[in-house]
């Protein structure tokens, strides 16, 4: 079972990579669990990284420590919502 | 229309719209990057507002667009001061309208109203700086070389009271919201002319609430 408020998260954090990224309705749509991000997605370059993640924060009020920014969160869609939604949720 | 204004340190360019009778916009664009993915879209705006009968102007602000100022010798008070000459410069009753980091900018200037879309702290600011800062190699700020007292001075930066507008997916308090996407973010400079549209009309409509 999903706690509450992570289909919330997960709907924030697409939203986030499809503007911050320039994303179409469709590719942001289509991103699952495994779909891989960093090293993958030509547009996430890693200053586009910086806008990502401050852009998470803003819309989910929280704020990511540089120390905890690694390749892992990164890999994939699902490593990212996990990642925010247990900043988020607690 | 490309203007000049005279500041303390020397003279920038100011692009100027619409009439040239009533009460004029003074805009004041993000500082650094977000400027060049916010010009198309600001310039849209100010257009949009010429055609409501609304007249504006777009100074360059020392270390910014044009300037020959380093970006190394910006300070708040510089920009602050810069941005006061230039609504002084244009001699009609003046209003702020602000984006992002741009709205630290009207604080020194006499103006008859503030206009703020989804606002930028000076610290929220300087962090954003220091993460593109190890993004790269550490030296600089995405290419930009900032001193140490400025970014001591954007700690204590702080936004004025105004109208506030934020975008849907902005969660802080606001005095209205619209659909969009954060243009400031892209790494391309996009635009969006429907926003630009809808925030003209905003604009338009709390400027003539002011003039009463």
């Given at each position: 079972m999903q706690p509450d408020g992570s289909l919330e998260v997960e709907n924030t954090v697409r939203a986030v990579l499809r503007d911050v990224l320039g994303l179409s309705e469709e590719r942001a749509a289509a991103?699952?669990?495994?779909?891989?991000l960093f090293g993958a997605l030509p547009e996430l370059d890693s200053l586009a990284v910086a806008g990502v993640l401050t852009e998470i924060e803003d819309r989910l009020g929280i704020l990511i420590e540089d120390d905890e920014v690694d390749g892992e969160m990164l890999e994939s869609f699902g490593a990212l919502t996990r990642f925010a939604a247990a900043k988020a949720l607690g | 229309m490309i203007e000049s204004y005279d500041w303390a340190g020397g003279r920038e360019a100011m692009l100027r719209f619409g009439p040239d009778t009533g009460p004029v916009i003074i805009a004041a664009l993000p500082l650094f990057e977000e400027a060049n993915r916010t010009r198309a879209f600001v310039v849209t705006i100010l257009r949009a507002l010429a055609e409501r009968g609304i007249a504006s102007a777009l100074p360059d602000l020392p270390?910014?667009?044009?300037?020959?100022?380093?970006?190394?010798?910006?300070a708040v008070a510089n920009l602050r001061n810069a941005f006061a000459d230039a609504a002084r410069a244009t001699a009609r009753r003046a209003y702020s309208v602000g984006i992002r980091s741009g709205t630290l900018l009207d604080t020194s200037a006499i103006l008859a109203g503030r206009w703020h879309f989804a606002p930028q702290t000076g610290p929220e600011l300087l962090r954003e700086l220091n993460r593109v800062r190890q993004t790269g190699d550490g030296s600089d700020f995405a290419g930009n070389s900032l001193s140490p007292a400025f970014l001591a001075e954007l700690d204590n930066a702080g936004v004025e009271a105004a109208r506030t507008i934020r975008l849907d997916s902005d969660p802080k308090d606001a005095d209205a919201r619209f659909t969009g996407?954060?243009?400031?973010?892209?790494a391309e400079p996009d635009n969006d002319p429907a926003l630009a549209a809808l925030l003209a009309d905003d604009i338009t409509a709390w400027v003539r609430a002011c003039e009463g």
């Open positions: 991103f699952r669990e495994d779909t891989p | 270390g910014q667009g044009e300037s020959l100022v380093p970006t190394d010798r910006i996407a954060p243009l400031w973010r892209r």
